[in-house]
């Protein structure tokens, strides 16, 4: 009764493992398919339409407020001064700390 037990479960075994075989085969053809349609669809060229230019009557444009093109601050050319020198002790340092870098490198060799 043994033996016949276990060749039941040993072919139910089987026909489950081909029928998963089966559907990961189907998918796996599904998804070529779906790719090359995909590249396909991509490789065609289709048509462009005609371009249409439409001229759109603008106003002239109006000139700025004084109140918006003068400082509102009168500070911020000072500041702007300060930011400025700031920078430039930023990039001495910087290129400073580069050169030392280079010639520590070459004493290294």
Not at 4 to 26: A, D, G, K, P, Y
């Amino acid at each position: 009764m043994k033996v016949i037990q276990r060749s039941q479960t040993s072919s139910r075994q089987n026909s489950t493992s081909s029928l998963e075989h089966c559907l990961n085969v189907i998918r796996l053809l599904l998804l070529v398919a779906l790719f090359a349609l995909m590249l396909a669809g991509c490789a065609t060229s289709s048509p462009q339409p005609e371009k249409v230019f439409v001229s759109v009557p603008c106003p002239e444009p109006q000139p700025l407020p004084q109140t918006i093109t003068e400082s509102s601050l009168p500070d911020a050319s000072a500041y702007s001064q300060k930011v400025s020198s700031w920078l430039a002790r930023v990039r001495s340092f910087l290129s400073e700390l580069q050169q030392t870098r280079m010639q520590s490198a070459q004493g290294d060799f």
